[in-house]
């Protein structure tokens, strides 16, 4: 019989918490964000544009054909506030054996940063021009299919883009993707060193083609999942590495898993809940993600919107989606867009930068934290001919 000793083995606590890793924000420095200096309060700056004069032949003698000239008023609004509040017991603070509120506080500010790097980013659907795989030879709509032998065609059509809409300035961006990083590495190999092994706090890794190379993991992604006919139980879905589990009608048991209800479309619907965490969590709806699953979703910003029977999943990153079904549900319309242009293309305007404000609980003894900012972003229309947007196949990934 052995001893049973263990009531005596001491126990310990590390100096620091758990590292936490968060996306790092790199979009912030393609955006011009001088307009906030004129926009000190208030909520819409307007910044028109107007028509241009025409060139016409003068005869001797004759009257000038004089032209009407015109304006258009574009504005930029500041209306979207992102916040993210969490409570700290007085007692917890006085207990615990680390800072908690200060470190959610940091933490909290890392994810409004990418909050707003994505808002930069999806300003890739205002770019004036779309190079797609007929911009390199192939068909005309089809996303291109990166590879080595390709990559270089990519930079000098953005780069023939940018010329032709007289954008000729030599200030430069490309947001790529660490799946386009390994491309271009693979596309340099050992013939020459033009940017370094390592990345700067900012994403910058060195300049190609005539473009400043910005790594990202905020670049957008959409997916469709068609769905013509209902799941079946334990079918699965897997959205960036997080597995949503099909179970029978009002028996969703386990964390990811939603019930199939009684139609496709019902069923597309509570997998959408699933995925966006809306409704009430339930056996006959969905059992909410674990902390860790629920952080892959949000950090991406993964939105899930229903279409019929199917959904569209929109996000940033390179994503990954797949399925194992019974049936005949599938992934489609995998896309992925790069931004390439000239700096300050984008017109960002933050009154309220990332910041924090505790308010006392009136009823408890502690505080309430309120990480939060207030933005607006716009893309001007004369400025729309400095981006360029890339459309990838992403349905290859794995």
Known sequence: MANDLTAFNPEY???????????????????????????KDG???????????????????????????????????????????????????????WDVASRYAVDAQRQLNNVLDQAILAEYSNAAKTIDDGDLGGTDGNSIVVSSANIANIFTAAGRELNSRKRTEKNRFAMISPRMLETLQNYVGGRETVFGDAVSDNGMIGNRFGFDLILSNNLPFTATFDMDTILVDTDTVTINGVTFTADADGAAVGAGHFSIQGSAALCAAQLASAINDDGTPGVDT?????????????????VATVVGTNIV??????????????????????????????????????????????????????????????????????????????????????
């Open 13 to 39: 606590w590390a100096k620091e918490m758990q590292d936490t890793f968060y996306k790092e924000s790199s979009a912030l420095k393609i955006a011009n964000t001088e307009l906030r200096a004129d926009l």
């Open 43 to 97: 909520d819409t700056l307007h910044k028109p544009y107007g028509s241009y004069p025409r060139v016409q032949t003068y005869t001797k003698g004759t009257d000038i054909t004089v032209k009407d000239l015109s304006t258009t008023d574009e504005s930029l609004t500041v209306s979207t506030a992102k916040v993210a509040s969490f409570y700290v017991d007085d007692i917890d603070a006085v207990q615990n054996k």
């Open 286 to 302: 969905y059992i909410a993600l674990s902390a860790e699953d629920r952080q892959l979703i949000e950090e991406a910003g993964i």
């Open 313 to 398: 999943i929109t996000g940033y990153g390179d994503i990954v989606v797949s399925t194992s079904n019974s049936v005949s549900a599938a992934w489609s319309v995998q896309k992925q867009h790069s931004l390439m242009g000239v700096y300050g293309s984008i017109d960002l305007v933050t009154q309220v930068t990332p910041n924090v404000v505790f308010r006392d609980a009136e009823l408890r003894l502690g505080k309430y934290v309120h990480p939060w900012m207030l933005f607006g972003k716009k893309t001007f229309a004369r400025n729309a001919s400095g981006l360029v947007a890339v459309q990838m196949d992403a349905s290859a990934w794995t």
